[in-house]
């Protein structure tokens, strides 16, 4: 299984992930000397000290590494309705067409009020779908995330993701709504969430059969 995964990889021409790349000899069963010392797969959670809190304020920049592009908010269910108002009011026959100066204020004060909904609309996502569980698990992510960065010799984006996980520890002192790692995924999820599952089940149906139902039919 794990060689198949390795040949499509090749095939779609993906870089290969990190993970992969650090627990391969595991993973493929080569053999270990008893001399080495064993990889730790998640760094200890840390106190979200003052210096620490500033780093976490630029957390949404995680999303500029490949590693976290495909992070999306889970279960995807919960906020399936605010995906749903997003979209349900996006102007797709009156996007950015050319015409007077009058059309592109309008344009502009439009776009700028779509901006202005989503924040709205990620904020009150945040207070129903963020709780202590979700945040510890993603904790826990970020953390195993962070030994790989460490096993990889990434010092500075280790001490980005930990403070990262610092925050969303349950006991952080940071509110949710104020956490930009989160403020970004949920953005994501809600921009981008419906176009990625279409282009992962297109790439994925050139190797097989389709992996998801595009058109589920409405109870």
């Known amino acids: 299984m794990i060689a198949e995964a390795y040949a499509i990889t090749k095939r779609s021409r993906h870089k290969l992930p990190l993970a992969y790349t650090v627990w391969r000899p595991f993973i493929e069963g080569d053999e270990l000397s008893t001399k080495k010392t064993l990889i730790s797969t998640q760094l200890e959670p840390v106190e979200l000290t003052p210096e620490l809190l500033k780093l976490a304020l630029h957390g949404d920049e995680l999303y500029h590494m490949q590693e976290f592009m495909s992070w999306m908010f889970e279960p995807p269910a919960r906020i399936q309705s605010y995906i749903d108002r997003y979209w349900s009011k996006r102007d797709f026959f009156n996007m950015g067409s050319p015409g007077s100066h009058s059309r592109s204020r309008k344009a502009s004060q439009k776009k700028q009020s779509t901006e202005e909904n989503l924040e709205t ?24 995330q962070a030994a790989l960065f460490q096993f990889a010799g990434r010092s500075k984006d280790v001490q980005l993701v930990q403070a990262t996980a610092a925050a969303l520890h349950p006991n952080s002192s940071l509110p949710a ?34 992996p998801i139902n595009l058109f589920p039919d409405k109870e």
């Open 121 to 144: 609309l990620i904020t009150e996502a945040i207070h129903e779908v963020i709780d202590d569980t979700w945040r510890s698990v993603y904790e826990a992510r970020l953390l195993r």
């Open 177 to 210: 709504e104020q956490q930009p790692f989160i403020r970004a995924m949920i953005r994501i999820t809600i921009e981008q969430g419906p176009l990625r599952a279409l282009a992962e089940a297109l790439e994925v149906a050139r190797f097989g059969s389709m």
